[in-house]
């Protein structure tokens, strides 16, 4: 190598180096920028919510807000729980098992994410073609175990974090 | 040449609106077309059936429903019901407003001032909420711009109450109204003959209270309506004298180098 | 560009416009040489900039008085309405001046198709334009976020998920673009923030669009290269501002109409019910003006494709300068393009059409066949029809007009090959 080629390859990584010295600089200011747009610390703090089930009857359903979001709680009927189970899993389109979307020994208690997957509406209860929900802004067609059998919804409706704190009530999240 | 060009382009304006209109054309059977007095360019509210309007809702809504973004003032203001200065006073005095905290921290309650928001019937949604059956029973201070149908929708709802037909079952405290979006409304069919003593003597039927009381919401919902239509007369008269000057000015400008571009 | 050398009359004029050569500006402003055939189709561009300033003044005025806060907004809309001198006028200027605008600019890009206008050398004017649509179309839906309704709730919802259809990331993006878990009182804030801003880049690019534009000047309905200045050229003041005048006060007309007559009827009712996350309105409809991209993502039954679609509906316009091989500017003398150009227009309003119709059976259909044709359009038909079709002569100069025998067919073929 000859020193005038050295000087060059001096002078590029001086040259590498203040650039890439630079760029973390620069990254170091605009990752503030753009992670204070992330949910705030309050907005993480509401990460929980406990719900008393002990009033529901058989067959219905209430809705409560976590995060912002609704949450329906279904306490399901027997004959609900078994057309469930019934379904044949190669007709969904997302195929995944009704015991697999409730808390074992719990089956009546469904609770899931009250949100359509395909585009964040709320879907209608008892409505639409398998007995389950109605999402009216696109027509994504649940079943009662809130699975997605028609529409645009690529997903079966969400099913959040959740545990019995004792036989009446549930907390979420 | 020029009126041609003028059509085709008033035409596309209006193609571009089809797709606007088809929006207003729903499942439901279409509500009942009244000549109400504020339609039009130049409508106005009826002074008499505003005020009989209210006197509907103070009696009978306002014991469920809020106008929460109403004040008793506005009852006096030009356009509206207008009643007199004195008038508007001792409608809000009749009212208990909460107020508060007073110099030893306590909410107080006192008699209502002009500038005072319509009283809630209810503390908050929920209460309201509850105290309904479960059916939030909806704040009317926009109601008539919030429905799709305007104050024929309201009117019809209000006389469109029905026995059910057959096979048509109700759950308690729910009940048929024929207008109404799936036909099944929370609200009680308040409205009887009679219900409500008109202090001019006007015969308070069903209808007549109905349409009173859509007036006053129709004014509640768009008080600057009189207004709106009053300034834009004069705006398009202005704009329309404008043009023909513009029209003639571009003419003499143009007739220089093409007289007919 | 040929414009004369501008020396200022006066001595300050002349010592100001040494320093900074506004005066230059101006002047060339004045004097910038327009086809002197331009029609009504051209007089957009002034409207458009009056519907822009229009928005910014009434934007302002609004934000003096309204609340960005989720328990707020929706009363400080009705506090605008009833309390605030004149609010309803402005209120209502502000919210019907963004279907004027988006009118108006409809207008103005399907007078672009038709006469050609982001055909070279032109076609960095088109690109910045589509720029300003996409800004415009991000500001309109903030803006009708911000009466926080339960169409804006709603609106701001359906818009946001679709980022949430990108695989991997979309998630963590949506939650990103709320601050929350769901759209909230965070995503209000910054969406009336983003709101403020958008119209001033709007501006920006403005400058830029016209810029551009008076670099090569103006297109014309004949679609061919003229002289600047000459015979066939007119001085931008005063003849083109008093034509943009008067087509700017029938637009006024129009637009006064809705905003004095029925200022609601382009709204929808359920944005005067107050934002309620737990209850979705039975019809989730955007705004007219977005319908038909509306149309074109639920035509789509897979989430993902759906939205990929959307954007390519948007940005497949970018890349039309070069799928149209014609040589032949202006549709006057395309015969073939000609009839391409309105079933175009007819697909687009039947598109906005059926988005605004639920979303089942024969509007499914149609919104599938309507968004095939609109991407085969531009795909298949442009790049196609250019090179088979035989297009009628064009004639040399805008004076001297060739469809009265002024030249004979050889000789326009000849420029038609030139051109």
């Known amino acids: ?173 | 040449m020029i009126k041609s060009k003028i059509i085709r382009l008033f035409s596309l304006v209006l193609l571009s609106f089809l797709p606007v209109k088809s929006l207003y054309s729903a499942e439901m059977i279409d509500p009942i077309k009244v000549d109400w007095s504020f339609k039009g360019l130049t409508g106005t509210f009826d002074r008499a059936s505003l005020q009989r309007g209210f006197q509907v809702y103070k009696e009978v809504c306002s014991s469920c429903h809020s106008m929460q973004y109403l004040s008793y003032r506005n009852l006096g203001e030009p356009g509206g019901p207008e009643f007199s200065k004195e008038e508007v006073k001792a409608i809000a005095s009749s009212f208990e407003i909460q107020d508060g905290p007073d110099d030893q921290g306590e909410m107080f309650t006192r008699p209502g001032k002009p500038s005072d928001k319509f009283k809630n019937p209810y503390p908050n949604v929920q209460a309201a909420t509850a105290a309904n059956g479960g059916a939030y029973p909806p704040d009317m201070s926009v109601l008539v711009k919030a429905r799709k149908g305007g104050a024929n929708y309201i009117y019809s709802v209000l006389v469109g109450y029905e026995d059910p037909p057959a096979g048509v079952t109700l759950d308690e405290g729910v009940y048929y109204n024929k207008y109404m979006i799936g036909n099944k409304i929370k609200m009680p069919n308040n409205l009887i003959d009679g219900l409500v003593e008109y202090s001019d003597g006007t015969e308070s039927t069903v209808n007549q209270m109905a349409k009173d009381v859509t007036t006053f919401l129709a004014w509640a919902a768009e008080p600057e309506l009189e207004t709106r239509h009053k300034t834009g007369i004069k705006v398009m008269i202005y704009l329309i004298l404008l043009t023909i000057l513009v029209y003639l000015s571009m003419k003499k400008i143009w007739s220089r180098i093409d007289p007919k571009i | 560009m040929s414009d004369h050398e501008y020396t200022p009359k006066s001595k300050a004029g002349k010592w100001f416009n040494d320093r900074l050569p506004l005066l230059t500006l101006g002047a060339h402003l004045t004097d910038y040489p327009t086809p002197k055939n331009l029609n009504y189709w051209w007089t957009f561009g002034g409207i458009l900039t009056f519907c822009l300033m229009t928005q910014i003044v009434t934007g302002i005025i609004l934000a003096m008085h309204y609340v960005a806060h989720a328990d707020l907004a929706f009363a400080s809309i009705e506090h605008i309405m009833r309390d605030v001198n004149y609010g309803w006028l402005i209120r209502y200027i502000h919210s019907n001046g963004a279907s004027m605008f988006f009118l108006a600019v409809y207008i103005h890009i399907f007078r672009s198709l038709f006469y050609g206008s982001y055909k070279s050398p032109r076609e960095v004017i088109w690109i910045i334009g589509l720029l300003i649509y996409l800004l415009m179309m991000a500001a309109a839906f903030m803006g009708y976020v911000l009466p926080w309704g339960q169409m804006s709730f709603w609106g701001a919802t359906v818009i946001t998920n679709l980022f949430s259809a990108i695989p991997l990331v979309g998630d963590s993006i949506t939650t990103w673009l709320w601050g929350a878990y769901s759209v909230d009182n965070p995503t209000l804030n910054r969406f009336f923030s983003l709101h403020y801003l958008i119209p001033f880049l709007i501006l920006g690019l403005v400058v830029l669009h016209i810029w551009a534009l008076h670099v090569p000047g103006n297109n014309n309905p004949v679609g061919i290269d003229i002289k600047k200045p000459s015979k066939d050229t007119v001085p931008f003041h005063p003849y083109i501002t008093i034509k943009d005048a008067f087509a700017l006060l029938m637009f006024m007309i129009i637009f006064a109409g809705f905003v004095f007559f029925v200022p609601n009827v382009l709204g929808h009712s359920d944005n005067y019910i107050p934002a309620n996350p737990m209850v979705t309105p039975a019809h989730i409809v955007p705004e007219w003006y977005l319908l038909p991209f509306y149309a074109i993502l639920r035509s789509v039954p897979d989430k993902l494709g759906g939205v990929i679609l959307m954007f390519s509906a948007i940005f497949i316009l970018f890349v039309l300068p070069w799928l149209d091989t014609s040589k032949v500017r202006s549709a006057v003398f395309r015969p073939l393009y000609r009839q391409f150009f309105w079933i175009l227009v007819i697909d687009v309003l039947m598109l906005g059409y059926v988005g605004a119709m639920p979303a089942e059976g024969i509007y499914l259909v149609l919104a599938r066949v309507g968004t095939v044709y609109y991407f085969l359009h531009f795909i298949v038909v442009m790049p196609v029809v250019g090179y088979l079709e035989k297009t009628d002569p064009v004639p040399m100069s805008i004076s001297e007009p060739v469809l009265s025998g002024g030249v004979k067919p050889s000789l326009a073929r000849k420029i038609n090959d030139k051109v």
Request: contains cysteine; proline residues 6%; hydrophobic residues 35%.
């Open chain 1, 1 to 173: 190598m000859s020193k005038e080629e050295k000087k060059v390859n001096r002078r590029d990584f001086l040259f590498t180096a203040t650039y890439t010295v630079g760029a973390v600089g620069v990254g170091a200011v605009i990752w503030p920028m753009i992670d204070q747009m992330n949910p705030d610390k309050a907005q993480k703090a509401l990460a929980t919510t406990e719900v008393d089930i002990s009033n529901i009857e058989p067959g219905k359903s209430i809705t409560v807000l976590w995060r912002g979001k609704p949450v329906f709680l279904k306490r399901r009927t027997q004959d609900e729980i078994a057309e469930a189970r019934a379904v044949n899993l190669d007709d969904l389109p997302d195929p995944q098992k009704d015991e697999d979307r409730v808390k074992e020994g719990k089956d009546e208690w469904l609770v899931m994410l009250g949100v359509c997957t395909h585009l964040g509406c709320v879907p209608l209860k008892d409505k639409g073609d398998f007995n389950g929900w109605f999402c009216p802004c696109h027509g994504s067609h649940y079943d009662v175990s809130g699975r997605i059998r028609k529409g645009p919804a690529p997903t079966n409706m969400e099913i959040p974090k959740f545990e019995f704190v004792d036989s009446n009530t549930i907390k979420i999240g």
